[in-house]
């Protein structure tokens, strides 16, 4: 049986088939009750597609018809990804909710949707939503089912995960879910995503199955990623963002996992991202600036406590990558004594800190959801991993724009078959020394063979591989792109939503008179087409004296500097700018203690001089960047980090400015009394 490749569910359904019991698709730190366990377990392609039937049929079983909504409320895990294929597989549409979502947000979120199931992570989650529903009469909710194991006597209408496959095994028969998986159409809706938003009520973003599927291609469309499909690679992506936002259910989930068959190995949670990062060694990460920022921020920490020449062979090293990257960057080829020093940097310095970290294996990074600071991204990229940004909004399934290595003014119809012939060897002799040696630990520069690849490659075509850091790329595949009069950027493509949820109005406002979807972002497009992000409309500030700001360039450049964690930056409507400040605790402790500074508690350590001077040379070199209106002329330095679960963060961590001003607003007002 085959399956149609417009749809989301056709393309897990047509793998699956492909790779059956050859391939893993699914790894996690769960048993085969949904308990979690210490050490990581794996499902392959057809266990997987086994399971997605199962459940499937048993979701039909309980009345779920077409067009039904069904709420995902849990955190990432293989059930997941078997529950969301589950419902699409009966042609349902699904509704993923974060995990750390207030009860009141909840209540909303499931009310607005008419969601009829719910199917949580653990007991507790489907707990809440009995009391929601208890609470609020009128949702529609008639069923809840738990991933994991119900300990204790459940209430009417709640299910396991494994109670609702055995219902779907015994009351309904397999060619019924396999009808409805043949009649999913690429109109049909597949997901109603809640954006989280930094102000306002949350809005139901419907995309479709041909969004989805149209944002596949744009952006797995480079020559590399081409490539890493005609060989079936399977990386190892390490999924940590959550599948229920639309950036790591586009590049892990849909791209990784169904369109090139890699593995997707689940992290414990964010916090566990480092550990689980030495225990898979994985290939691919795809994750948010933090990320990256923190392992620059740590190897620098590092470095700085090493002895001088330690530190010499060190800057030597990178100043060597940054020439490599400035070369990327321009498409121009590195000089050949340089490419050698390059080389010997890796040796040298590169791969032992990759080995340190856990990412001697690793051959693409991904970052998005925010702005990256250019010296974190120069930095990765010279350890020998592709990072790369990009740019989207859920409103476009997201991404628009991918700064993604691709081989520029390469135009093979302008020369012979010998030419042609010749340039397709290098490209893959590019594709296995840069990614198939590299993903299995192999260092392009330790191996004499792999050295003379790449030498032979760069030198022909892989110096044409350009990226500019900085930037979040050119616009991908099938997208119009262009800057309105007041910076707003404008696009218009195949991934562009169908609408919001009940929100008419608000959909017609999300449009210009043309049918160009409004970004809310300001950005600039550069000559050769790359588009910079300066900052959110509603977000820059006017101050009393007429001067507009983008507050979070100066907030990215605060948080680059050792020893900053967080910023929130105030100074709307006021006569200079000013901010809050959430120091980087563990890397404030350390050097307290190699100070032999003595505190009780973190308030104690942040109140000492010496302390307070550290975060003011931080703040003073940002300070000299910047022009006088834009500079801090006051901050004040918290002793608690902004959190989701506080309520400064989004759930993409992202700073809920109107939030943090409310909550502080105190301390903002003394800045502005001095």
């Known amino acids: 049986m085959s399956y149609k490749t417009d749809t989301l569910c056709g393309m897990f359904h047509n793998q699956a088939l492909r790779y059956a019991d050859k391939y893993t698709f699914l790894m996690g730190k769960f048993d085969k009750d949904g308990r979690p366990t210490d050490d990581y377990m794996s499902m392959t392609w057809k266990e997987t597609r086994d399971q997605v039937l199962e459940f499937g049929r048993g979701l039909m079983a309980l009345g779920l018809n077409k067009e039904d909504r069904v709420a995902i409320f849990a955190e990432d895990r293989p059930r997941w990804i078997i529950a969301d294929q589950a419902i699409q597989a009966c042609g349902a549409i699904g509704v993923p909710l974060y995990p750390s979502l207030a009860k009141d947000e909840l209540a909303y979120m499931l009310s607005d949707s008419g969601s009829k199931i719910v199917i949580t992570s653990t007991q507790d989650k489907a707990e809440d939503i009995l009391q929601i529903r208890q609470e609020k009469k009128d949702l529609p909710i008639t069923s809840i089912i738990t991933m994991g194991p119900w300990d204790g006597e459940k209430s009417e209408g709640v299910y396991t995960f494994l109670e609702i496959m055995r219902i779907g095994r015994e009351k309904i028969d397999i060619r019924d879910i396999e009808d409805r998986i043949q009649r999913v159409k690429p109109d049909n809706v597949v997901s109603i995503i809640y954006t989280s938003g930094t102000t306002g009520q949350p809005k139901g973003v419907i995309l479709t199955q041909a969004n989805w599927v149209a944002n596949i291609h744009q952006s797995s469309s480079s020559t590399l990623l081409k490539r890493q499909k005609e060989r079936d690679m399977h990386l190892i992506h390490l999924v940590h963002l959550p599948l229920c936002h639309v950036y790591g259910r586009t590049s892990d989930y849909h791209t990784g996992g169904l369109y090139l068959g890699s593995i997707l190995a689940f992290a414990e949670d964010y916090q566990s991202v480092a550990k689980n990062i030495l225990e898979i060694r994985p290939n691919v990460i795809i994750s948010i600036p933090r990320l990256f920022e923190k392992t620059y921020d740590i190897v620098q920490s590092a470095v700085s406590r090493q002895r001088k020449p330690y530190r010499a062979v060190f800057d030597w090293a990178i100043h060597m990558g940054e020439i490599y990257t400035e070369c990327m960057a321009t498409g121009k080829r590195m000089a050949p004594l340089k490419l050698l020093q390059f080389g010997i940097a890796n040796i040298l310095v590169f791969n032992r800190i990759r080995k340190m970290a856990g990412m001697e294996r690793l051959v693409l990074g991904v970052s998005g959801g925010g702005k ?68 299995k630990g192999r260092s392009p520069f330790t191996n004499p063979i792999r050295a003379l690849k790449l030498t032979l490659a760069y030198n022909t075509i892989a110096y044409k591989l350009q990226i500019k850091p900085g930037t979040v790329g050119r616009p991908v595949l099938w997208t119009e792109e262009k800057i309105a009069p007041d910076g707003e950027i404008l696009v218009r493509g195949p991934q562009i939503f169908k609408g919001y949820w009940n929100m ?32 959110r409309k509603k977000e820059l500030f006017v101050t009393s004296g007429g001067k507009n700001i983008a507050p979070h360039p100066i907030e990215l450049a605060l948080t680059t500097r050792p020893y900053i964690d967080q910023v929130c930056l105030a100074g709307d409507g006021k006569k200079y700018i000013t901010a809050l400040i959430v120091p980087d605790f563990e890397e404030v402790k350390r050097y307290a203690k190699s100070k032999g500074i003595q505190a009780d508690s973190v308030k104690d350590i942040i109140d000492r001089p010496e302390i307070k001077e550290l975060i003011k040379e931080q703040v003073d070199n940002v300070n000299e960047d910047l022009p006088r209106y834009e500079q801090i002329k006051y901050y004040t330095i918290l002793d608690k980090p902004f959190s989701v679960e506080t309520g400064e963060l989004t759930p993409t961590l992202k700073v809920k400015r109107r939030v943090v001003n409310d909550k502080y607003k105190k301390q903002i007002e003394m800045m502005y009394s001095k």
């Open 372 to 439: 990256l600071a250019k010296e974190v991204c120069v930095f990765i990229r010279s350890l020998g991993i592709q990072l790369n940004e990009g740019y989207g909004l859920t409103e476009t399934s997201p991404v628009i724009n991918f700064n993604e290595p691709e081989f520029q003014g390469l135009d093979l119809s302008k020369h012979g078959k010998v030419y042609n012939k010749f340039v397709d060897k290098m490209i893959d002799w590019t594709v296995d020394v840069m990614v198939t040696q590299q993903a």
């Open 504 to 535: 008419p109005e608000e959909t017609r406002d999300a449009f210009t008179e043309d049918d160009w979807f409004k970004t809310g972002d300001i950005g600039e497009i550069d000559d050769e087409g790359f588009l910079t992000i300066t900052d």
